[in-house]
């Protein structure tokens, strides 16, 4: 069954330093896979998304995420984080079967900024 | 270009009532989907409407269900609440009838049931 595991339920960084959230997911084929930010009582914005090509993708707000097919990951940086990317970060992929845009969500990573 | 508007944004509501919540698709997008957020849960899909007919439909009790209108905007519903349908509802639309495409969030709407 398709799955996406965010191992890191919580994670603090410093202001100015860089940031990687991890993402694994399990999936027949090749996946369509996306970042989502949430902020509290807001709804999902979209960082960025990897469908085919460049393993190397590149987003909103100075974020990128790399596909590695090898270990089954879609882990996304920021070199340098600011306070204000203080929220929940989700990875999720696009389901297969059909025609759909279903997308399966991990558990979502909190992450906590420190001046 | 506006993007997916949900209203209301919050609602409370009695168990054993029920409620509808509305969202309005960005223009041009076809597929409406329904998602229901719970931090025991998380992000649960609910159902995905395409040109009026529900092509995709999570693992939910008959309670919930849905429907589409033919200018994409779309609407659930849940009878006889329980207090577990507490949640967050977030509504996503996307343009791709070929299915999957980026979709664009909603702000949701908040249930609180008592």
């Known amino acids: 069954a398709q799955s996406v595991t965010q191992p890191d339920i919580h994670i603090t960084v410093s202001e100015g330093a860089s940031l990687e959230l991890r993402c694994n997911y399990s999936?027949?084929?090749?996946?369509?896979l996306f970042w989502y930010v949430q902020s509290p009582g807001q709804g999902l914005q979209l960082l960025l998304k990897y469908f085919s090509g460049d393993t190397l993708v590149q987003g909103i707000k100075g974020f990128e995420a790399e596909f590695k097919r090898s270990q089954s990951s879609f882990n996304l940086r920021k070199p340098s984080v600011h306070w204000s990317d203080a929220a929940e970060y989700f990875c999720?992929?696009?389901?297969?079967?059909?025609?759909?845009?279903?997308?399966?969500f991990g558990t979502g990573t909190l992450l906590a900024v420190q001046p | 270009k506006a993007g997916v508007t949900q209203t209301p944004r919050y609602l409370i509501k009695t168990r054993g009532q029920q409620v509808t919540l509305s969202c309005s698709p960005i223009s041009g997008h076809r597929s409406v989907s329904w998602y229901q957020q719970t931090p025991g849960q998380g992000l649960q899909f609910l159902f995905e409407?395409?040109?009026?007919?529900?092509?995709n439909k999570g693992n939910f009790p008959g309670r919930f269900s849905g429907r589409q209108f033919s200018n994409s905007r779309s609407e659930m519903n849940v009878s006889t609440l329980e207090l577990g349908d507490s949640a967050l509802y977030l509504c996503?639309?996307?343009?791709?009838?070929?299915?999957?495409?980026?979709?664009?969030f909603g702000q949701g709407t908040r249930l609180t049931v008592v």
């Open positions: 996503a639309s996307a343009t791709g009838g070929a299915g999957n495409t980026e979709a664009f």
């Open positions: 409407y395409f040109s009026e007919t529900q092509r």
């Open positions: 999936y027949g084929a090749t996946p369509y």
């Open positions: 999720a992929v696009g389901a297969y079967g059909g025609a759909t845009n279903k997308l399966i």
